[in-house]
């Protein structure tokens, strides 16, 4: 049992997940705790507004580090919680800060402190005292007067021998009891980092124009730019205020400190997103370089505690050893995990490459039934009334023009079924006129009340538009068809290197994701490697949430 728990590579990544709660924990505490007391002390005052704000961006920045650690690590599919900083003015803002994303977000980073961070010090503890008795013979002789190594006094070479058996046991049992210990983990991040809530939260602004106000996906300038400004501003009030009672000693360096944590975390979270070389630097893990990024921004706090609290004695120097601890930790999983990942990336694929043929056999099937009985038999038809119409006209001739009537009557019918069935293949509006031209016909085109809003400003890959067109138009005749609803709402917007797009509906409800339909888009997205949700309980409502890759 222990060697299967020692050979499975989840065992080291959760370790690694655990000694990252002791650093995280001090962090994340630190700073809610400062924007939390700042908030109360401001609460009748006009600067309450510019600390919930900047509570609410570090929230959602924090919420984002520890979801790329829950997946890469706890192999949980989670995501951020949804926290709303759209609106048409600053008080719908601040009203769509405090929803069900920003208290689950807050219970998350809180749980962490209270108990990721008692976690880690116990791995780094064993783990610690592990290293220490099977590394004694090496150094225990060189100090004088010995050492104290776990309650024992140790100042010989035979004494630290001795120590070495009790080490290599604790060592590996150490490391095993990271498989239990972080898995307990697992049900608090998929509770509170619920799945599919990372969604564009699209609405109508003032006058009526579509503007999005996307729910936390990846950083965005806009967002570390307002951090910035709003940590800048009550940076300056607290200056402001120590200046005006009198100076003395420069008190709000406790302040600036944290706040410059936060800004220098949710930067590296920019860079990473926006810049994919440097998470190829890591071996293409964004996990792992977070990871780095976080590590290095708690040793430089540090580092300033240290050189801001008198100097002296440099502690830092063991933040630096924990930090090259934990980092070591993680690129060990990380090179430990590549193998897996990429079998089941492989797989996936495979699936999906499979699904897709299977699509386009179905598609072309189709196509064939379509033609062979509509076009096709109405073009038959045509050429009898033609014949007809022939023989009749010099005999009959009112009879044939009665049977060109029907002729012309027919051609029409059947160009109009030939320009349905290429629409179908591919619709000429889509590619003349990008997406939102071609959502907006579809919209137009159902009986339905549809509330269609669209932020793509630069046009996608031809077959990324193709499959969101898709997924629109199967969801549009789903809703037609079978759920029985008035009114849908269709959110389409380009998110960091991702096209989001969600449908959603107030039917009855109770849609088979395992339908024919819906399992033809799954496979469609997927060979794209993009992803599909249906979210369809009893009562309704049906949302259909597909993620499709731009770049």
């Not at 538009?465 to 959110?491: C, G, M, P, Q």
């Not at 799954?522 to 794209?528: D, I, T």
Request: proline letters at 6%; charged letters at 15%; hydrophobic letters at 50%.
């Amino acid at each position: 049992m222990l060697l299967r728990t020692l050979a499975d590579q989840t065992t080291y990544r959760r370790l690694a997940y655990l000694l990252l709660g002791m650093p995280l924990g001090i962090i994340w505490f630190t700073c809610l705790v400062t924007l939390w007391s700042l908030g109360f002390g401001f609460i009748v005052t006009p600067m309450v507004i510019p600390v919930a704000f900047a509570l609410a961006y570090a929230t959602r920045g924090f919420t984002a580090v520890e979801t790329e650690l829950a997946r890469a690590l706890l192999d949980v599919d989670a995501r951020v919680p949804a926290i709303s900083v759209a609106g048409p003015n600053w008080r719908a803002r601040l009203r769509g800060l405090f929803g069900s994303g920003f208290w689950r977000a807050q219970g998350f980073l809180w749980t962490r402190w209270l108990l990721g961070f008692p976690a880690g010090v116990l791995m780094v503890a064993l783990l610690g005292a592990a290293l220490s008795m099977i590394t004694g013979p090496l150094w225990i002789p060189f100090v004088h007067g010995g050492s104290d190594v776990v309650g024992w006094h140790v100042h010989t070479l035979p004494q630290a021998l001795a120590l070495v058996p009790a080490g290599l046991v604790l060592l590996p049992a150490a490391v095993a009891l990271a498989h239990p210990l972080g898995g307990a983990f697992r049900p608090i991040a998929a509770g509170l980092l619920r799945e599919g809530d990372t969604r564009a939260q699209l609405g109508v602004g003032m006058g009526g124009s579509a503007r999005a106000g996307i729910a936390f996906a990846g950083p965005s300038r806009h967002g570390l730019v307002s951090q910035a400004v709003l940590e800048g501003s009550l940076l300056a009030v607290l200056i402001f205020i120590w200046a005006a009672t009198g100076h003395g000693y420069f008190w709000p360096v406790w302040v600036m400190l944290p706040m410059a944590v936060a800004l220098g975390i949710h930067s590296w979270m920019y860079e990473l997103w926006q810049r994919p070389q440097l998470v190829r630097v890591f071996r293409g893990s964004r996990s792992l370089a977070a990871t780095a990024g976080i590590g290095t921004i708690l040793w430089l706090f540090t580092v300033a505690v240290w050189a801001v609290s008198g100097h002296g004695y440099f502690w830092p120097i063991w933040t630096l050893l924990a930090v090259g601890l934990v980092l070591g930790a993680h690129t060990a999983a990380t090179l430990l995990s590549v193998p897996q990942q990429m079998a089941e990336r492989i797989e996936t694929l495979t699936s999906s490459r499979a699904g897709a043929v299977n699509v386009q056999e179905s598609e072309l099937r189709r196509i064939e039934r379509d033609l062979h009985d509509g076009a096709q038999a109405r073009l038959v038809a045509l050429g009898m009334n033609l014949g007809m119409a022939e023989q009749k006209l010099a005999q009959d001739p009112e009879r044939a023009g009665e049977l060109l009537a029907e002729a012309r009557a027919g051609a029409e019918e059947a160009l109009r079924e030939l320009r349905a069935l290429a629409r179908g293949i591919h619709p000429p509006v889509l590619t003349d006129r990008g997406l939102e031209a071609a959502v907006t016909a579809l919209a137009n085109s159902t009986p339905l009340h549809v509330a269609l809003s669209v932020d793509v400003p630069t046009r996608p890959p031809s077959a990324v538009e193709t499959a969101a067109y898709f997924v629109v138009a199967e969801a549009l005749a789903n809703a037609a068809k079978h759920s029985r609803s008035d009114w849908l709402d269709i959110r389409i917007a380009t998110v960091g290197r991702h096209l989001e797009l969600e449908v959603t509906d107030d039917g009855v409800g109770g849609a088979d994701p395992q339908g024919s339909g819906l399992v033809g888009l799954r496979h469609r997205v997927e060979a794209l490697d993009g992803t599909l949700e249906v979210t369809s309980p009893p009562g309704g409502p049906t949302t259909v949430y597909a993620e499709l890759p731009c770049a």
